[in-house]
C-alpha cells in the first residue's frame, strides 16, 4: 500500500443556483491581467449545453484524456513520438473562438460623445486587438438553456438519448436544466502532466495540487491538449500556460480557496483524502462502468490502523492524517456513496466529486403524484431528465451508481420531510431509507453536512505546518517563484 494525500473537493449540484460569484472571485484574484482574459480557471455552465470551450466533453475532437488499447493505458493525443510531431501544429487545440474572443466595451463614449441626435452608446471592443467586435460568443453563451436547439441539442452526452427523449427534453413545458461549476480536477492519473514534454507541471508531494511552474513550461500547450477538461489555458502574453491552483497560497494561510469561500449556494466541500497510489494504473485502465466503484476503491479509510500506519511510513504528516479523518469529501465520496466523479471515462481519475441534482428529477417524479410508497424509487425511471443523461456525466454511463445516489438524497429528502410536513408519516421515510441502504441516523448526517455546515466543517484544510516545511528547503521561496507566484513575505502561520 503507497498511500498518498490528495486535496480533493466535492460540489453538491443540488444547491448550485447559477449566480457565478464563484467564478468571479476567481477572475479578480488569478485572471484579470493581460494574456488571461478569456479564461475562466472556474466556469458555471448549464446542462445540458456545450460548456467552455464549446463542446469540451468530446474527445473525437479534442482528444484529451486516456485511453486503453489492449493492456495499454496511453493518452489519446498519442505517445511522445506523436507529441513531439505536433509541437509546431496540433489541430486538436482549442481555438480562440471555441473559447471566444474576449471583449470589453467603450465605456467612456457614454461620457466623452459629442452633442449629438442620438443616444450615444458603448460598443464592444475586442480585448486582444482593441478593434469593434460583433460578439458571437461567450464563456456562458448558452447559459439556462438559452438558445437550447442551437447550444444544447449539440451536448455529446445528448447522443445517449433516443430522439425522442431529446425532443421531449426540449418540449418548453417539460424543460429542465441544472448548473456544473468546474475547476481543476487535480487530477490523480493528470492527463495535463503526462502530456508534457518539458516536465513543466507537476503534482505537490504534500497536497495533490496540480501547479505549471512557469520558468520550465517552454509554451508548447501540450497540457492543454492532454486534459480532457480543458482546465489548462495559455497564456498569449507570456507565452506560458497555467491553470487553478486551488488557491494553495490562501491554503497555506488557512482560508478556503476564493472559490469555495464565496460560494453563494454554499455548495464547496473541500478535505483531504488518502489513496493507494499503487492502484492508480490498475484503476484508469477498468472499463468504463465499473470506473467510479474502482476510483472509489482506490481511496483509503482514514480511520483504519493498517492505513494510518502505512501512511505514517510514507511520511504522511500527523496532521494530515488528522484532516483526513474529518473531510466532509471522504464522506460524500466513499462513506455515502453519494459524490461521483465527472466524465470518469476520461481515466484522469479526477479528485473533484459531484452530487448529481435531485430537483430536475424529484420535480418530475413528483408531478401529480400522491402516493409515496414502496414504488417511489422506480418512479425515478421516468424523470424529465433521463438518469442515462446522468450517468453518462457522472459515472461512464453506470445509470446503478446515479440511482443508488438519487434513492439516498430522495430518503433524506422524505425523512426531513416527515418531521416537518403533515401526510408523510415517519414509518414511510424510514421505509424509504431501508429502501436506499442508509440508517435513519446517516440520513441525518447527510442532511446537516448538506444543509445545516457552516465553513469550517464544508472546508477542512490541514494545518501543514507549512513553515517548517519550508524552512527545511534550501531557498524557501524557490517553490514559489516556480509556480510563478514571486516571493512574499513569511505568512504568520493562522492555525
Ligand atoms: S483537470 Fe485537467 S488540468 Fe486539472 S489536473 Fe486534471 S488533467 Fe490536469
Ligand atoms: S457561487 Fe456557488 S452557487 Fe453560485 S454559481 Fe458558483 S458554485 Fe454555484
Avoid at 486538436?92 to 461620457?111: A, N, S
Avoid at 452530487?355 to 417511489?376: H, M, S
Wanted: glycine residues 8%.
Amino acid at each position: 500500500m503507497n498511500v498518498r494525500s490528495q486535496i480533493s473537493s466535492v460540489f453538491h449540484l443540488d444547491k448550485c443556483i447559477g449566480c457565478h460569484t464563484c467564478s468571479i472571485a476567481c477572475k479578480n484574484l488569478w485572471t484579470d491581467r493581460r494574456g488571461a482574459e478569456y479564461m475562466w480557471w472556474n466556469n458555471v455552465e448549464t446542462k445540458p449545453g456545450t460548456g467552455y470551450p464549446t463542446l469540451w466533453e468530446d474527445q473525437e475532437k479534442y482528444k484529451g484524456g486516456w485511453e486503453v488499447t489492449g493492456h495499454d493505458l496511453h493518452l489519446k493525443m498519442g505517445g511522445r513520438g506523436s507529441l513531439l510531431g505536433k509541437i509546431f501544429h496540433n489541430p486538436h487545440l482549442p481555438t480562440v473562438d471555441d473559447y471566444y474572443e474576449p471583449y470589453t466595451y467603450r465605456y467612456g463614449d457614454l461620457f466623452n460623445a459629442p452633442k449629438g441626435d442620438d443616444q450615444p452608446t458603448a460598443r464592444p471592443v475586442s480585448m486582444i486587438s482593441g478593434e469593434p467586435m460583433k460578439i458571437e460568443a461567450g464563456p456562458n453563451w448558452d447559459d439556462d438553456l438559452g438558445g437550447s436547439p442551437i447550444y444544447a441539442a449539440n451536448d455529446p452526452s445528448m447522443k445517449k438519448l433516443s430522439e425522442q427523449e431529446q425532443a421531449q427534453l426540449f418540449a418548453l413545458e417539460r424543460m429542465v436544466f441544472f448548473y456544473v461549476p468546474r475547476i481543476c480536477n487535480h487530477c490523480v492519473n493528470a492527463g495535463c502532466v503526462a502530456a508534457c514534454p518539458s516536465g513543466a507541471i507537476y503534482k505537490r508531494g504534500e497536497d495533490g495540487i496540480v501547479l505549471v511552474s512557469q520558468e520550465k513550461c517552454r509554451g508548447w500547450r501540450m497540457c492543454v491538449a492532454g486534459c480532457p477538461y480543458k482546465k489548462t489555458y495559455y497564456t498569449w502574453s507570456t507565452g506560458k500556460s497555467e491553470k487553478c491552483i486551488l488557491c494553495y497560497p490562501r491554503q497555506e494561510s488557512g482560508q478556503a480557496p476564493a472559490c469555495f469561500h464565496s460560494c453563494v449556494g454554499r455548495i464547496r466541500y473541500l478535505g483531504v483524502l488518502l489513496y493507494d497510489a499503487d492502484r492508480i494504473e490498475e484503476t484508469a485502465k477498468r472499463t468504463d462502468p465499473e470506473l467510479v466503484a474502482a476510483q472509489r476503491e482506490m481511496i483509503l479509510d482514514p480511520h483504519d490502523p493498517e492505513v494510518i500506519a502505512a501512511a505514517r511510513k510514507n511520511g504522511v504528516h500527523e496532521q494530515i492524517i488528522k484532516a483526513a479523518q474529518k473531510s466532509p469529501v471522504y464522506r460524500f465520496v466513499k462513506e455515502w456513496e453519494l459524490a461521483l466523479p465527472l466524465h470518469p471515462e476520461f481515466r484522469t481519475l479526477p479528485m473533484l466529486f459531484y452530487v448529481p441534482p435531485l430537483l430536475p428529477v424529484i420535480a418530475t417524479v413528483e408531478e401529480g403524484r400522491t402516493k409515496l410508497g414502496d414504488d417511489f424509487f422506480s418512479s425515478l425511471e421516468q424523470a424529465r431528465l433521463p438518469l442515462r443523461y446522468l450517468a453518462s456525466l457522472f459515472a461512464g454511463g453506470n445509470e446503478e451508481e446515479v440511482a443508488k445516489a438519487y434513492r439516498k438524497q430522495m430518503a433524506v429528502r422524505l425523512l426531513r420531510r416527515s418531521e416537518t410536513v403533515e401526510g408523510i408519516s415517519r414509518e414511510v421515510a424510514e421505509k424509504a431509507c431501508a429502501a436506499a441502504g442508509i440508517g435513519t441516523d446517516e440520513a441525518d448526517s447527510i442532511y446537516r453536512l448538506t444543509s445545516l455546515a457552516g465553513l469550517k466543517e464544508r472546508v477542512v484544510i490541514p494545518s501543514m505546518l507549512r513553515e517548517q516545511a519550508l524552512e527545511s528547503i534550501e531557498d524557501p521561496h524557490e517553490h514559489r517563484r516556480e509556480a510563478g507566484f514571486g516571493t512574499r513575505r513569511k505568512a504568520k502561520r493562522r492555525w
